[in-house]
């Protein structure tokens, strides 16, 4: 099992659910990491967790795998450290 793939499993057992901010971290460097550069348009104004997700994802655009997997890795530590 890779790092990644380990951090997925370890954000599943977070006792307490990590803030919007976190969440959207993690959500952009997932998506960067599994599918590449935002695609598809932009979710419209009345949807606005629709909207957050993909301008978080967005945002990230250029970034390469390998550093998306390591931001995710590095993101899900951090709030596993923090939980202790």
Same mark, same amino acid.
């Given at each position: 099992?890779? @790092?990644?793939?380990?951090?997925?499993?370890?954000?599943?057992?977070?006792?307490?659910?990590?803030?919007?901010?976190?969440?959207?971290?993690?959500?952009?460097?997932?998506?960067?990491?599994?599918?590449?550069?935002?695609?598809?348009?932009?979710?419209?104004?009345?949807?606005?967790?629709?909207? @957050?997700?993909?301008?978080?994802?967005?945002?990230?655009?250029?970034?390469?795998?390998?550093?998306?997997?390591?931001?995710?890795?590095?993101?899900?530590?951090?709030?596993? @450290? @923090?939980?202790?």
């Amino acid at each position: 099992m890779s @790092a990644f793939e380990q951090a997925q499993k370890d954000v599943k057992t977070l006792t307490q659910r990590p803030d919007n901010n976190a969440m959207l971290a993690l959500y952009a460097h997932f998506k960067q990491a599994t599918a590449g550069d935002a695609q598809g348009e932009r979710p419209g104004m009345f949807d606005l967790v629709g909207r @957050a997700k993909y301008d978080a994802w967005s945002a990230l655009q250029g970034m390469t795998r390998e550093d998306a997997e390591t931001s995710y890795i590095k993101k899900v530590e951090s709030l596993m @450290a @923090a939980e202790k």
